[in-house]
């Protein structure tokens, strides 16, 4: 990942783009109730990436078409799949002056077995200013075998990256919301039938 804390740089992760649309009035509002309950930076922070991957349930895992394709698609419909859910996180820190990106692994669509062909994982990167470094978080959203946690030091994401079977873990940092991503959601009427299998990077 970019380590630069220079502001030039961060300004990137706190600009407002299309996926990740945070001055949207439903966007500011959940940013507000969230400040609210928070007593500091770092707890808005983890109170935030909580709020996205327990409350926002992952599109797959309740069998919901519904397409979300940004980030406040994706508070307004209570779903989305990573790619936009990723979107939402950036788009609640962002508003509260919090750089966060993208990151991307590459992961196989069956659980032990790339017979199925493969998909892409996104998940958050967050610039912590007190720790002086980028952490990453992953708020796809828990379920059996899936135990992602907010951490500052040791990783705590959804998935193991298994290279012996083709996986990759980039560890990059986008702004934004890969465009042939936001082009495949611009086209999709049914998220469940999604695919991207291209390498991100």
């Known amino acids: 990942m970019n380590k630069s804390n220079d502001s030039y740089l961060l300004s990137a992760y706190l600009a407002e783009t299309e996926s990740i ?75 509260n002056g919090v750089p966060s990106g993208i990151s991307y692994q590459y992961l196989t669509r069956a659980d032990d077995n790339a017979d ?22 992953d708020a796809r959203g828990n379920k059996e075998n899936v135990h992602a946690q907010f951490s500052l030091n040791e990783e705590k994401l959804a998935f193991p990256v298994r290279s012996e079977i083709g996986e990759v873990d980039y560890r990059d940092n986008h702004p934004d919301l890969d465009e042939r991503l936001v082009e495949i959601l611009n086209e999709s009427e049914n998220i469940l039938e999604v695919q991207a299998d291209f390498i991100p990077v």
Request: charged letters at 25%; one cysteine or more.
């Open 21 to 95: 649309d945070y001055n949207n009035k439903n966007i500011q509002i959940k940013v507000n109730e969230i400040k609210q309950k928070s007593n500091s930076d770092m707890d808005y922070i983890e109170k935030a990436y909580i709020f996205v991957r327990d409350e926002i349930p992952h599109s797959w895992d309740i069998k919901s078409e519904i397409v979300s394709r940004k980030a406040s698609d994706v508070l307004i419909n209570e779903t989305g799949i990573c790619w936009t859910k990723s979107c939402l996180l950036a788009a609640l820190l962002r508003a």
């Open 116 to 137: 199925e062909g493969y998909i892409i994982h996104a998940l958050n990167t967050v610039y912590i200013y007190e720790l002086n470094k980028w952490i990453r978080l």
